[in-house]
Nanobody, 125 residues
């Protein structure tokens, strides 16, 4: 049973923009914190951004603060990651993930409950 499906990856030039989307089943969206992770070749997977269930609490890793924006649409059960001013070092496979956090907070540890299959983002210099 597929629960998280990412889309929107691709190739973009440095300083360009890209929008990633993740479609979730209602079961994996309700009362879950949603996060975007990325993994570059030879590096560990890292949390890029996270958003709480109510959408009013967000987290960004320092390297993307001010350039990336995470948002969620409850009507469509989707979470989006708008990426701007992209840099070659943003190149990675990006994963959508969900963690049950019913109090509305965000979650920054890597042990999320559900994961998507990943989508590749390549930023050329």
């Amino acid at each position: 049973q597929v629960q998280l499906v990412e889309s929107g990856g691709g190739v973009v030039q440095a300083e360009g923009s890209l929008r990633l989307s993740c479609a979730a089943s209602e079961r994996t969206f309700s009362s879950h914190c949603m996060g975007w992770f990325r993994q570059a070749p030879g590096k560990e997977r890292q949390l890029v951004a996270a958003i709480g269930w109510y959408g009013d609490r967000t987290y960004y890793t320092d390297s993307v603060e001010g350039r990336f924006t995470i948002s969620r649409d409850h009507a469509k059960n989707t979470v989006n990651l708008q990426m701007s001013s992209l840099k070659p070092e943003d190149t990675a496979v990006y994963y959508c993930a969900a963690k049950f956090v019913p109090d509305g907070g965000y979650y920054t540890l890597p042990d999320y409950d559900y994961w998507g299959q990943g989508t590749l983002v390549t930023v050329s210099s």
